[in-house]
């Protein structure tokens, strides 16, 4: 079975552009949620999106959004760049077979890593 | 809101030894699952054991085990056999059990190299 795959791996984009990174689940995974990775602040929620509903928010700026599809397969978007959007940003797939509390496993992409310059 | 701390910002062990890391959190529930994650430099993060909160018995996976202490909140990781692959960044996190699972709460990390 294929794990999570994310693309691009690497993007390099300018201030006040915006991005879209994309993230394919694994089969039959219906839950896909994604972290942003930085030096300073580490791993932080970004959203949670089931059944191409986002249940979950973390505390980012309306800057940050995404969306799930049919087939799963989940995208994030940044617009209006700045240079503190640099970061790793990680997508992690799960079944979420008994709904929205569960204690399955999170199995994460290899992440993006976004350059703002 | 809750917190995550690794005190350790960096840590080093022979490979064969025994290296213990430590995290600890608050929070105001009383039922939540704990987790420690592994980074290597693929960038992946790998589970390397999870331990839930109401279960009193520590948490094993192979040479990996916890110390889970719940009246201190505390959640360290103890690697026996350590061998050269366990270096990697190491990432304690937290999520609450009326929410999803799918908010994690991470601590800063700690990285664990392994010397021949």
């Given amino acids: 079975k294929a794990g999570v795959t994310q693309t691009p791996r690497y993007l390099i984009k300018t201030r006040g552009q915006q991005v879209t990174l994309s993230c394919s689940p694994i089969s039959g995974h219906r839950s896909v949620s994604w972290y942003q990775q930085t030096p300073g602040q580490g791993l932080q929620f970004l959203f949670e999106y089931f059944s191409e509903t986002q249940r979950n928010k973390g505390n980012f700026p309306g800057r940050f959004s995404g969306r799930q599809f049919s087939n799963s397969r989940s995208e994030m978007n940044v617009s209006t760049l700045e240079l503190g959007d640099s970061a790793l940003y990680l997508c992690a797939s799960s079944p979420a077979t008994r709904g929205a509390a569960t204690n399955e496993k999170l199995f994460f992409g290899s992440g993006t890593q976004l350059s703002v310059l | ?116």
């Fill in chain 2, 1 to 116: 809101a809750q917190t995550v701390t690794q005190s350790q910002p960096e840590m080093s062990v022979q490979e064969a030894e025994t290296v213990t890391l430590s995290c600890t959190y608050d929070t105001s529930e009383s039922n939540y699952y704990l987790f420690w994650y592994k980074q290597p430099p693929s960038r992946q993060m790998i589970l390397v054991i999870r331990q839930e909160a109401y279960k009193q018995q520590n948490a094993t996976e192979n040479r990996f085990s916890v110390n889970f202490q719940k009246a201190a909140k505390s959640f360290s990781l103890k690697i026996s056999d350590s061998q050269l692959g366990d270096t990697a960044m190491y990432f304690c996190a937290f999520t609450d059990s009326g929410g999803s699972n799918y908010k994690l709460t991470f601590g800063k990390g700690t990285l664990l190299t392994v010397n021949p």
